[in-house]
């Protein structure tokens, strides 16, 4: 068997490593400045500065980008739109789904400071839809209800 080291010799390796790194293994917290603040202070800080300069920089690159990102968005929500008008009897159509997409998308780009990600339908999401459908005629509870809790 192997003898653990003595006490007095871990004793000096924990002083010497105290003496290189006096904080080491600490973890120093700051206070949290509350919900919310760091948003409102890149808020106050981005619009003084280069927002007016963005949101006037209106040229032919910029008309162009914005509308293949709204063809990119539209086509894909139309499609899926109407495949949810199909499988939920109607409730939820390409309106809402339009409806919804741009909401989602403005929210998201003004909150997440990435104002050029795709937002919209997804298969994925198609199928739960459709097994929340069938679970509410199922249960004979309101589809939209339901799909709204």
């Known amino acids: 068997m192997c003898n653990p080291d003595p006490p007095e010799k871990s004793m000096r390796i924990e002083t010497e490593n105290s003496k290189l790194v ?4 600490k973890i120093h917290l700051h206070p949290s400045k509350g919900m919310g603040r760091g948003i409102i202070s890149d808020i106050k800080t981005t619009v003084g500065t280069h927002w007016r300069s963005e949101m006037t920089n209106l040229n032919q690159k910029t008309i162009a980008v914005t ?18 008008g199909n499988v939920t009897g109607g409730n939820m159509g390409a309106v809402e789904t339009l409806l919804g997409t741009s909401w989602v998308g403005v929210v998201y780009s003004l909150t997440s400071g990435m104002p050029t990600c ?16 069938n679970f509410a005629e199922l ?11």
């Open 139 to 149: 249960m004979d509870v309101p589809f939209l209800t339901l799909n709204a809790w």
């Open 118 to 133: 795709i937002m919209g339908s997804t298969g994925p999401v198609l199928a739960f839809t459709v097994v929340i459908f």
């Open 67 to 84: 509308l293949l990102l709204f063809i990119s968005v539209i086509a894909p929500t139309l499609t899926f739109g109407a495949v949810y």
């Open 22 to 25: 006096p904080d080491a293994g």
